[in-house]
């Protein structure tokens, strides 16, 4: 490599926010990564704003059920939904902090911001942790936004205590303090980042103090029923248990090859939908500049590479209760 390629390269590799010239996590063999067609790369803003709706509606229709519903049974089935749908949107999320849902950085903050709401998830502070998770992935420096406990898992005790973990959201509140008090946030090392982030977790404050206060107003258990417990009972679980089968039990600090620190799982189209693709997580990191309404297609044509593979969501969950499936400390970073 001569010093002009060597320089296009550590320029390339400090471009976190790119698109298709993105610094692609490191792969064994022959990468034929930047030979990709480039229809590949074409987004479909249409097609996230049928999902981002349907996701609103089923929320929308949640609230409604709660608020007029005669039985605990609709009641509870209504929380459950709102529960999932939340967890859902923070799927979406991830598609619009990888610029992938509309062409427009600002509309892709717009629907990311909102898409996190629910669940106080700075739309952001996820953007910039996690390009960098991509950049970085079977490397020392990777690292994950959210640090979800991955230890102790192969029991139901265990198990349990790690989906119905909260403690995401003391680092919530010290960060939304930091926000208040207009201070540096940890870990952010550009300033337009620092701002936006701290934008975020103070509307994301204003928003939740001014549900409080109109709960406490009006007397009604409303926005209790249909966002608060739905988050802490469901949501917070539900997106643990879409985040954990990416990596777990693989090596994402010092295995330089995503065919095989990263996992595809076999599951119905349903399941699909509702982790937003996250089942065929090796070729989202295989190319994070794919958008995800065109995953599917990159997972077709890199299927043959694929070495991580699950027959279905259920058979990973089994394996890990039963043992079979552990995280090691020194191969993750994921060690609260």
């Not at 296009?8 to 990709?36: C, F, I, K, T, W």
């Not at 229809?39 to 949640?62: H, M, N, S, W």
């Not at 902090?97 to 629910?118: K, Q």
């Not at 008090?181 to 300033?191: F, H, Q, S, T, V």
């Amino acid at each position: 490599m001569n010093n002009a390629q060597g320089s296009a390269e550590s320029s390339r590799a400090q471009n976190y926010e790119g698109d298709v010239d993105v610094p692609l996590a490191p792969v064994s063999g022959l990468d034929e990564r930047r030979l990709l067609p480039r229809e590949l790369f074409l987004r479909k803003p249409a097609l996230f704003v049928k999902k981002f709706t349907f996701a609103a509606l089923l929320i929308a229709g949640g609230w409604l059920a709660i608020a007029f519903a005669q039985s605990w049974l609709v009641t509870a089935l209504a929380m459950a939904v709102n529960g999932l749908m939340y967890a859902h949107l923070i799927e979406l999320q991830h598609e619009c902090l990888h610029g992938h849902a509309f062409d427009s950085p600002s509309l892709n903050r717009l629907f990311g911001v909102v898409c996190g709401i629910f669940m106080l998830s700075s739309h952001s502070h996820y953007r910039y942790d996690h390009l960098r998770h991509h950049a970085h992935l079977g490397t020392p420096r990777n690292k994950e936004h959210f640090d979800y406990r991955f230890q102790n898992l192969d029991s139901v005790l265990g198990f349990a205590r790690s989906v119905f973990d909260l403690s995401r959201f003391k680092r919530v509140a010290r960060l939304t303090s930091l926000a208040l008090a207009w201070r540096p946030l940890p870990g952010i090392e550009k300033a337009s980042y620092d701002r936006d982030i701290k934008q975020e977790y103070l509307l994301n404050f204003v928003i939740l103090s001014t549900s409080v206060i109109v709960s406490l107003q009006s007397g009604s258990a409303l926005i209790l029923l249909a966002w608060w417990l739905p988050v802490l009972l469901v949501s917070e679980g539900a997106h643990f248990l879409i985040e954990m089968p990416e990596h777990f039990g693989l090596n994402t600090q010092t295995d330089a090859n995503v065919l095989t620190n990263t996992r595809t799982v076999r599951t119905s189209p349903l399941v699909s939908w509702f982790v937003n693709g996250n089942d065929i997580h090796t070729a989202h990191h295989y190319h994070q500049g794919v958008p995800m309404c065109n995953v599917s297609r990159l997972n077709r044509l890199i299927e043959p590479k694929l070495t991580v593979v699950e027959p279905s969501y259920k058979e990973f969950f089994r394996a890990v209760l039963a043992g079979k499936l552990r995280q090691h400390e020194d191969a993750t970073c994921m060690k609260r």
